[in-house]
Protein backbone atom coordinates (compact mmCIF):
# COMPACT_ATOMS: atom_id res chain seq x y z
CA UNK A 1 0.00 0.00 0.00
CA UNK A 2 1.36 3.19 -1.24
CA UNK A 3 1.52 6.11 1.81
CA UNK A 4 2.75 9.42 0.85
CA UNK A 5 3.47 11.49 4.68
CA UNK A 6 3.84 15.20 4.77
CA UNK A 7 5.72 17.05 7.34
CA UNK A 8 7.21 20.75 7.93
CA UNK A 9 4.11 22.93 7.48
CA UNK A 10 2.64 25.52 10.42
CA UNK A 11 3.18 29.32 10.85
CA UNK A 12 5.69 31.81 9.31
CA UNK A 13 5.91 35.58 8.79
CA UNK A 14 5.85 37.38 5.54
CA UNK A 15 9.04 36.93 3.91
CA UNK A 16 9.98 34.08 6.11
CA UNK A 17 10.91 30.26 5.05
CA UNK A 18 9.49 26.77 5.30
CA UNK A 19 10.63 23.62 4.23
CA UNK A 20 8.17 20.96 3.37
CA UNK A 21 9.13 17.06 3.43
CA UNK A 22 7.46 14.32 1.81
CA UNK A 23 7.94 10.86 1.86
CA UNK A 24 6.71 7.81 -0.05
CA UNK A 25 6.74 3.80 1.42
CA UNK A 26 4.86 1.20 -0.30
CA UNK A 27 6.26 2.13 -3.33
CA UNK A 28 8.40 -0.93 -5.49
CA UNK A 29 9.92 1.78 -8.88
CA UNK A 30 10.78 5.01 -8.13
CA UNK A 31 7.71 7.81 -9.48
CA UNK A 32 7.79 9.32 -13.02
CA UNK A 33 7.01 12.30 -11.05
CA UNK A 34 7.05 13.83 -7.79
CA UNK A 35 5.43 17.43 -6.66
CA UNK A 36 3.61 19.61 -4.76
CA UNK A 37 -0.06 20.99 -5.33
CA UNK A 38 -1.93 23.57 -2.92
CA UNK A 39 -5.61 24.73 -2.21
CA UNK A 40 -6.33 28.11 -0.47
CA UNK A 41 -9.38 28.97 1.08
CA UNK A 42 -12.35 28.65 -1.59
CA UNK A 43 -10.21 28.09 -4.67
CA UNK A 44 -9.08 25.52 -6.52
CA UNK A 45 -6.07 23.31 -6.17
CA UNK A 46 -3.19 24.26 -8.24
CA UNK A 47 -0.12 22.67 -9.05
CA UNK A 48 3.08 24.16 -7.10
CA UNK A 49 6.30 22.49 -8.71
CA UNK A 50 6.82 18.85 -10.03
CA UNK A 51 10.18 17.21 -10.25
CA UNK A 52 10.33 14.06 -12.51
CA UNK A 53 12.52 10.78 -11.92
CA UNK A 54 15.49 12.68 -14.62
CA UNK A 55 15.60 15.82 -12.03
CA UNK A 56 13.80 18.03 -14.59
CA UNK A 57 11.62 20.32 -12.43
CA UNK A 58 9.61 22.97 -13.29
CA UNK A 59 6.92 25.70 -10.84
CA UNK A 60 4.38 27.87 -11.36
CA UNK A 61 5.09 31.01 -12.03
CA UNK A 62 3.92 32.61 -9.15
CA UNK A 63 6.63 30.41 -7.20
CA UNK A 64 9.27 29.79 -9.32
CA UNK A 65 11.88 32.39 -8.14
CA UNK A 66 11.50 31.63 -4.87
CA UNK A 67 10.02 27.79 -4.07
CA UNK A 68 12.74 25.47 -4.91
CA UNK A 69 11.99 21.65 -5.06
CA UNK A 70 14.22 18.75 -5.22
CA UNK A 71 14.08 15.04 -4.35
CA UNK A 72 15.96 11.61 -3.51
CA UNK A 73 15.23 9.02 -5.57
CA UNK A 74 16.87 6.38 -3.78
CA UNK A 75 14.64 7.06 -0.49
CA UNK A 76 11.39 8.05 -2.36
CA UNK A 77 11.07 11.72 -0.39
CA UNK A 78 10.85 15.03 -2.30
CA UNK A 79 10.82 18.44 -0.99
CA UNK A 80 9.86 21.83 -1.38
CA UNK A 81 12.06 24.65 0.36
CA UNK A 82 10.11 27.84 0.50
CA UNK A 83 11.88 31.02 0.44
CA UNK A 84 10.08 34.82 0.91
CA UNK A 85 6.80 33.73 1.90
CA UNK A 86 3.51 35.88 0.70
CA UNK A 87 0.70 35.59 2.36
CA UNK A 88 -1.14 34.28 -0.48
CA UNK A 89 1.03 31.23 -0.37
CA UNK A 90 -1.05 30.75 2.71
CA UNK A 91 -2.76 27.01 1.58
CA UNK A 92 -2.98 23.23 2.43
CA UNK A 93 -0.09 21.70 0.60
CA UNK A 94 -0.29 18.57 -0.80
CA UNK A 95 2.18 15.79 -1.86
CA UNK A 96 2.05 13.85 -4.71
CA UNK A 97 3.85 10.56 -6.44
CA UNK A 98 2.89 9.35 -9.94
CA UNK A 99 4.32 5.71 -10.23
CA UNK A 100 3.22 3.27 -13.14
CA UNK A 101 0.11 5.81 -14.71
CA UNK A 102 -1.69 5.85 -10.94
CA UNK A 103 -1.21 9.20 -8.85
CA UNK A 104 -1.05 8.89 -5.38
CA UNK A 105 -2.11 12.15 -2.67
CA UNK A 106 -0.50 12.74 1.13
CA UNK A 107 -2.73 14.03 3.78
CA UNK A 108 -2.35 17.54 3.61
CA UNK A 109 0.24 19.67 5.25
CA UNK A 110 -1.67 23.77 6.30
CA UNK A 111 1.07 26.30 5.60
CA UNK A 112 -0.44 30.09 6.86
CA UNK A 113 1.86 33.11 5.99
CA UNK A 114 0.76 35.70 8.77
CA UNK A 115 2.07 38.35 10.56
Known amino acids: QVQLVESGGGLVQPGGSLRLSCAAS????????MGWYRQAPGKQREAVAT???????NAADSVKSRFTISRDNAKNTVDLQMNSLKPEDTAVYYC?????????WGQGTQVTVSS
Open 96 to 104: YATVLRTTY
Open 26 to 33: GIIVSPYA
Open 51 to 57: IFETGLA
